[in-house]
Nanobody, 115 residues
Protein backbone atom coordinates (compact mmCIF):
# COMPACT_ATOMS: atom_id res chain seq x y z
CA UNK A 1 0.00 0.00 0.00
CA UNK A 2 1.38 3.36 -1.06
CA UNK A 3 1.67 5.68 1.90
CA UNK A 4 3.35 8.92 2.99
CA UNK A 5 3.72 9.77 6.66
CA UNK A 6 4.87 13.21 7.79
CA UNK A 7 6.44 13.94 11.15
CA UNK A 8 8.47 16.61 12.89
CA UNK A 9 5.93 19.39 13.27
CA UNK A 10 5.36 21.26 16.49
CA UNK A 11 5.50 24.58 18.28
CA UNK A 12 8.62 26.71 17.82
CA UNK A 13 9.54 30.28 18.64
CA UNK A 14 10.19 32.83 15.89
CA UNK A 15 13.74 32.44 14.63
CA UNK A 16 13.81 28.77 15.54
CA UNK A 17 14.21 25.67 13.39
CA UNK A 18 12.34 22.47 12.66
CA UNK A 19 12.98 19.53 10.39
CA UNK A 20 10.00 17.81 8.83
CA UNK A 21 10.24 14.24 7.57
CA UNK A 22 8.11 12.44 5.00
CA UNK A 23 8.57 8.67 4.99
CA UNK A 24 7.33 6.71 2.01
CA UNK A 25 6.19 3.10 1.96
CA UNK A 26 4.95 0.87 -0.83
CA UNK A 27 6.98 2.71 -3.46
CA UNK A 28 10.42 4.19 -4.02
CA UNK A 29 10.22 7.95 -3.68
CA UNK A 30 13.52 8.40 -5.50
CA UNK A 31 11.64 7.90 -8.77
CA UNK A 32 9.16 10.69 -8.13
CA UNK A 33 8.96 14.43 -7.75
CA UNK A 34 8.57 15.06 -4.04
CA UNK A 35 7.07 18.29 -2.76
CA UNK A 36 6.14 20.02 0.45
CA UNK A 37 3.00 22.15 0.51
CA UNK A 38 1.40 24.10 3.31
CA UNK A 39 -2.10 25.29 4.05
CA UNK A 40 -3.73 27.64 6.52
CA UNK A 41 -7.48 27.87 7.21
CA UNK A 42 -9.38 29.60 4.44
CA UNK A 43 -6.44 29.58 2.03
CA UNK A 44 -5.41 27.37 -0.83
CA UNK A 45 -2.63 24.87 -0.39
CA UNK A 46 0.63 26.43 -1.58
CA UNK A 47 3.85 24.89 -2.81
CA UNK A 48 6.76 25.38 -0.43
CA UNK A 49 9.55 23.30 -1.96
CA UNK A 50 10.05 20.62 -4.58
CA UNK A 51 12.75 18.13 -5.48
CA UNK A 52 12.68 16.16 -8.71
CA UNK A 53 13.95 12.65 -9.33
CA UNK A 54 17.07 14.33 -10.77
CA UNK A 55 17.48 16.26 -7.49
CA UNK A 56 16.60 19.61 -9.02
CA UNK A 57 15.01 21.83 -6.41
CA UNK A 58 12.82 24.89 -6.36
CA UNK A 59 11.32 26.97 -3.57
CA UNK A 60 8.58 29.47 -2.93
CA UNK A 61 10.00 32.99 -2.81
CA UNK A 62 8.81 33.34 0.78
CA UNK A 63 11.08 30.51 2.00
CA UNK A 64 14.16 30.86 -0.22
CA UNK A 65 17.31 30.97 1.82
CA UNK A 66 15.54 29.65 4.93
CA UNK A 67 14.15 26.22 3.93
CA UNK A 68 15.99 23.30 2.35
CA UNK A 69 14.42 20.20 0.81
CA UNK A 70 16.45 17.00 0.59
CA UNK A 71 15.97 13.27 0.23
CA UNK A 72 17.59 10.16 1.67
CA UNK A 73 16.87 7.38 -0.80
CA UNK A 74 18.25 4.74 1.53
CA UNK A 75 15.63 5.70 4.12
CA UNK A 76 12.98 6.42 1.48
CA UNK A 77 12.43 9.75 3.18
CA UNK A 78 12.24 13.39 2.15
CA UNK A 79 13.06 16.19 4.55
CA UNK A 80 12.27 19.86 4.87
CA UNK A 81 14.77 21.76 7.01
CA UNK A 82 13.16 25.01 8.14
CA UNK A 83 15.34 27.72 9.66
CA UNK A 84 14.65 31.29 10.76
CA UNK A 85 11.00 30.45 11.15
CA UNK A 86 8.44 33.24 11.15
CA UNK A 87 4.85 33.38 12.43
CA UNK A 88 3.73 33.46 8.77
CA UNK A 89 5.17 29.96 8.37
CA UNK A 90 2.45 28.62 10.67
CA UNK A 91 0.44 26.07 8.70
CA UNK A 92 -0.27 22.40 8.19
CA UNK A 93 2.55 21.02 6.05
CA UNK A 94 1.82 18.24 3.56
CA UNK A 95 4.11 15.95 1.64
CA UNK A 96 3.28 14.99 -1.95
CA UNK A 97 4.68 12.38 -4.33
CA UNK A 98 3.89 12.83 -7.98
CA UNK A 99 4.65 10.84 -11.10
CA UNK A 100 2.90 9.61 -14.19
CA UNK A 101 0.94 7.00 -12.26
CA UNK A 102 0.98 8.47 -8.79
CA UNK A 103 -0.28 11.56 -6.98
CA UNK A 104 -0.16 10.81 -3.27
CA UNK A 105 -0.56 13.05 -0.22
CA UNK A 106 0.38 12.52 3.37
CA UNK A 107 -1.91 13.36 6.28
CA UNK A 108 -0.11 16.59 7.18
CA UNK A 109 1.80 17.86 10.19
CA UNK A 110 1.09 21.09 12.08
CA UNK A 111 3.80 23.72 12.39
CA UNK A 112 3.12 26.63 14.73
CA UNK A 113 5.55 29.52 15.04
CA UNK A 114 4.73 31.63 18.05
CA UNK A 115 6.30 33.21 21.10
Amino acid sequence: QVQLVESGGGLVQPGGSLRLSCAGSGFSLSSYTMSWYRQTPGKERELVARITSADNTNYADSVKGRFTISRDNGKNTVYLQMNSLKPDDTAVYYCNAKGIWLDKWGQGTQVTVSS
